[in-house]
């Protein structure tokens, strides 16, 4: 009887960086490059820009249809685009506007990356000014060329 080997490969990750790049063996077709950590950054700047539109038809236009929202002041999931459109319509009339303090970005490959971090929300309720201090979780996916937001969380930090 013939045993099966068991093989190790180790690989770089210049040589990981250069198999990545290649046409996808399936397909044939080649695979676009993971983008930066800037780049992934800058998708929050399109979302906070969003909100000061005060559509939340087009804040949800950034999430996927089967995205999970976890917001920040409300105690409901958000799981679908009517639940997400409904959390925006109550949020934006504070006209939120947000200021990353810390953030960490993931690209995990040419189409997934995850923004965490801390930022500061001013609510500019009728009665004056609230600053929110909160902790977030955005996790993107690109789809149809389209980078659009899967799970983002964000939670008031507890000292605050």
Known sequence: M?????????LTAGAIAALTA?????????????????QVAELFDTWNETLATGDPEAVADLYAPDAVLLPTVSNEVRTDRAGIVDYFTGFLPNK???????????VLDADNAIDTGV???TMNKPEGPE??????TFV?????????????????????
């Not at 013939?2 to 180790?10: E, L, M, N």
């Not at 290649?22 to 800037?38: F, K, L, N, T, Y």
């Open 22 to 38: 290649c046409a996808d063996p399936i397909s044939g077709v080649a695979q676009d490059d993971p983008p930066s950590p800037e």
């Open 140 to 160: 993107y996916e690109k789809r149809d060329g389209e980078w659009l937001i899967v799970n983002h969380h964000s939670s008031e930090m507890p000292e605050s």
């Open 2 to 10: 013939h045993k099966p080997t068991v093989r190790s490969i180790a």
């Open 96 to 106: 939120p506007s947000a200021v990353i303090e810390q953030s960490v970005v993931n």
């Open 119 to 121: 930022y500061r929300f």
């Open 131 to 136: 600053i929110v201090d909160a902790r977030y």
